[in-house]
């Protein structure tokens, strides 16, 4: 045997929260993932030291198989290769046509040498372009909450308060069906930026799923939504997962307020960090450059920065930034590809969105 599945889903939460699992490695994420058309597999490797879920789902006939911020590694960085065996066995087994890891990893952590080590050596080969975010702005929660305000860029502290002084508040909501302002404000936010963005229907499963480890948040003036969000913090790590609000919104900074009361939410559920869930991958490379020294007048920084601004994510990095988190890029994805022809049907269907 070189690795179980486990079925449990307090067996499986125990493990992944002991191993530093983060929320897209939580049952939650393979429950939701399965009313939308994926199979979860949640693997231990025999000692308990690393684990990963695996999603699979069809494709043409064939199929996807999908790790999400996964699998998780043990304190060393390493994955028993048992594991990953077993990850490319369910895989073939069920058609697929290639499998897809993405580590939770960034490329600064002394760990991800190791992995990243251990992954080549298993037949993994490296994919530059992610599906979750590769580049992100990540803040320390530890800091007591006058410290986190103090640490926001001084537009951003004014942004708040003229939320406050507007009267915009926030307040938590548990019915689902509110999801759906959520979805038009996201669809506001999109006609702006030009995001992608999932159904009503899919925060609808996604808040069940998590239970109080998800939150919804609405924003609202003079009784009218103006904005909302919705967050998750699970063992750890929070997650700003999606937000949007409308033209008012934007005008009496919607934003500022949702995003607060989130960082508060989030600390209270004990969340350490907090991941604001991407910017453009050009601009996270551009950033770490310049803080390890690159001159940003190079052709190759110019040519990040030109791409930079041409992605439609770009559009939100100084609201991120503002909140004083640091820039961080994830390891690449990592693939094994079984069947070449079907991996670039897939890749160009993900790229023409």
């Known amino acids: 045997m070189t690795a179980t599945e486990i079925t449990d889903r307090t067996d499986w939460d125990d493990l992944a929260a002991r ?17 939308f058309g994926w199979q979860p597999y949640r693997l231990s490797a025999v000692d308990g030291a690393t684990a990963a879920q695996l999603l699979i789902r069809q494709f043409r006939g064939l199929s996807v198989a999908y790790v999400a911020r996964g699998p998780i590694a043990a304190a060393d960085g390493g994955v028993d290769a048992g594991l990953l065996e077993e990850i490319v066995r369910v895989a073939r087994s069920r058609r697929a046509a290639f499998v897809r890891l993405e580590p939770a990893l960034t490329l600064d952590d002394p760990r991800a040498a190791t992995l990243d080590a251990q992954l080549r050596a298993a037949g993994f080969k490296t994919a530059e372009k992610t599906i979750q975010p590769r580049s992100t702005v990540v ?6 909450l006058p410290e986190l305000l103090a640490g926001l860029s001084k537009g951003h502290r004014a942004d708040l308060k003229r939320s406050e002084r507007e009267g915009v508040t926030v307040r938590s909501s548990t019915d689902v069906a509110e999801t759906a302002t959520l979805h038009q404000m996201l669809g506001a936010s999109s006609s702006r930026k030009s995001f992608g963005f999932h159904s009503a229907a899919y925060y609808r499963v996604l808040l069940d799923a998590y239970g109080d480890a998800a939150q919804l948040l609405i924003a609202e003036r003079e009784g009218a939504p103006i904005g909302a969000s919705l967050v998750l913090a699970w063992n750890g790590h929070g997650v ?10 934007l005008e009496y900074r919607a934003a500022h307020a949702l995003q607060w009361q989130a960082i508060s939410w989030a600390r209270e559920r004990g969340a350490k960090t907090w991941d604001q869930f991407g910017i453009a991958d050009a601009r996270g490379r551009v950033e770490l450059a310049a803080a390890a020294g690159s001159d940003r007048a190079s052709a190759e920084m110019e040519r990040l920065e030109a791409a930079a601004r041409r992605d439609p994510l770009d559009g939100v990095y100084r609201f991120k930034k503002g909140w004083g988190g640091r820039v961080v890029r994830f390891m690449p994805a990592y693939e094994r590809v079984f069947i070449g022809p079907v991996h670039w049907l897939w890749q160009r269907r993900r790229e023409q969105g």
Request: aromatic content about 12%; proline content about 6%; hydrophobic content about 50%.
């Open 139 to 144: 803040l320390d929660l530890a800091p007591a």
């Open 19 to 35: 191993l530093g699992g983060q929320p897209f490695q939580a049952w939650a994420w393979g429950q939701l993932k399965a009313r």
């Open 240 to 249: 700003y997962l999606a937000a949007g609000s409308n033209a008012a919104g």
